[in-house]
């Protein structure tokens, strides 16, 4: 059972979650728990501002209070997290006096989140009579590699958790998204990652079920910030969850699905306040046929055009653009190509000169910014015929400047100005959902 952030946000929210791993006691649960919404955000910015030379007193006062505000609601004793809290305070200041905010001090930095939310939220049920106990991921064996700030799972983590949870008596809380590479540094799962390390645990111990406890109805036709009209999906398939979480939808962290998947593990969406909804179910195989799943998009990136310079029957150009990205450690995310050239997208974040200058070598290079990616995703797409004509018709006016279908047939997908993305994420779900 993994609560996200909002779902431990407020001292109300925990007494929430108490009451939610009660009712399924008989499951045996294994909690998994996010920082308290906000937290990691605010730690990320005290670790840049600190190391820019600023004065982040105030800053990390509010952070700690928060903390311990929720522990004197919830009737805690603050010894809990005190521990943290000073380790927190001594890191901040090694960052301030070295200077710079290395990968390695932002993670060891963003860790403390979840490391004092899995104490508060074990504490609170402990005086709700259940007997739970907090732990650190790391301290069960979650082992990654050394990529900070993006870090994967390294194989032994599986076993190390299995028998790290073999034979204890507590309900375990354990912290999300945090890991620690072999070297004993501590990592993290890339934004969002606490959904990952549900799964791994999951999977780890063969769970019949694993639960993404989060604010919204389970995955829905849309992301309901978006379109107030969007609505749950009782069930889809691992392919189009994954292909959901890929394409953007932020309800599941891109990762989670593929430790499901091996271990057949259903995965099932809820709402912590809404318990009572039957959510998403994500299960192996569905029967569905063809059809919109859902709608989701992706902002801050770059449409990038390489066109040939020389003869247009240039042999191995698309290799070479292609190898230009990987050299840059560039994903590249949707892709079109033709006789004159070849259009890409990618984040905006990794849009740097090197890169273009890199691509110039190429060919001649065009880079439209602020643009954004906007998906159907859903199964059996080909199988639509009118789909791509439908897309047209209801965005009119808006300029679709590429398109790209996955072979996976899972996805279709168009780039936009990004400043239509949230007009065109409306008018698509209400052509294909408002019947
Ligand atoms: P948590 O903190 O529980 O991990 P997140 O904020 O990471 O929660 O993910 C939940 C959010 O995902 C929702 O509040 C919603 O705005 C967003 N979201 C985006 N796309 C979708 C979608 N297709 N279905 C449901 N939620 C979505
Ligand atoms: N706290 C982390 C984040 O904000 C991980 C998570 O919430 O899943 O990204
Ligand atoms: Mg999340």
């Not at 194989?155 to 999300?176: C, D, F, H, S, W």
Request: proline share 3%; net charge positive.
């Amino acid at each position: 059972m993994k609560f996200g952030g909002t779902s431990v946000g407020s001292a109300g929210r925990i007494l929430d979650v108490v009451g939610i791993v009660k009712s399924q006691l008989c499951n045996e649960p294994i909690v998994v728990v996010s920082a308290l919404g906000g937290v990691t955000d605010s730690l990320i910015n005290i670790g840049n501002e600190s190391a820019s030379g600023k004065d982040v007193s105030l800053m990390l006062e509010q952070v700690i209070d928060r903390h311990y505000e929720m522990v004197n609601r919830l009737n805690l004793d603050k010894k809990i997290i005190a521990k943290e809290v000073e380790q927190l305070s001594r890191l901040v200041g090694e960052i301030f006096l070295l200077g710079e905010a290395t990968p390695r001090n932002i993670d060891k930095l963003m860790s403390f989140g979840e490391r004092m939310s899995a104490r508060i939220v074990a504490a609170c049920m402990r005086s709700f009579g259940l007997h739970a106990q907090a732990y650190d991921a790391y301290d069960l064996g979650m082992t990654t590699t050394p990529n900070f700030g993006d870090a994967d799972v390294l194989p032994e983590t599986y076993q190390n958790i299995r028998e790290g949870l073999a034979n204890k008596k507590e309900i375990p809380v354990i912290t999300g998204f945090i890991g620690k590479s072999r070297n004993g540094d501590i990592t993290t799962l890339g934004r969002g990652g606490s959904d990952y390390t549900a799964s791994i645990i999951g999977a780890a111990v063969g769970a019949r079920e694993i639960q993404i406890w989060t604010d919204v109805n389970g995955i829905m036709t849309a992301d309901p910030k978006i379109v107030k009209t969007a609505r749950s999906v009782d069930e889809v398939s691992y392919k189009e969850a994954a292909e959901l979480a890929m394409l953007g939808a932020k309800v599941l962290h891109p990762k989670t699905i593929l430790p499901a998947v091996e271990n057949n593990i259903p995965v099932r969406i809820l709402n912590t306040f809404n318990p009572r909804h039957r959510g998403t179910l994500v299960l192996n195989s569905i029967s569905t046929g063809s059809r919109v799943t859902s709608i989701t998009y992706k902002k801050h990136i770059l449409a990038i055009s390489i066109s040939k310079s020389g003869k247009l029957d240039e042999k191995g150009f698309l290799k070479k653009v292609l190898e230009t990205f990987d050299r840059r450690g560039v994903p590249v995310d949707l892709i079109s190509n033709s006789k004159i050239g070849v259009s890409v997208t990618i984040d905006e974040k990794y849009g740097t000169v090197e890169l273009m200058d890199d691509l110039k070598k190429v060919g001649k290079v065009e880079v439209k910014s602020n643009r954004a990616r906007v998906s159907l995703v859903g199964n059996d797409l080909l199988y639509m015929p009118d789909i791509l004509e439908t897309m047209y018709s209801s965005l009119k006016r808006i300029r679709i400047e590429m398109v790209s279908s996955s072979i996976s047939e899972k996805n279709t997908s168009i780039v936009i100005e990004e400043k239509y993305a949230d007009s065109a994420v409306k008018r698509l779900h209400t052509t294909f959902f408002s019947r």
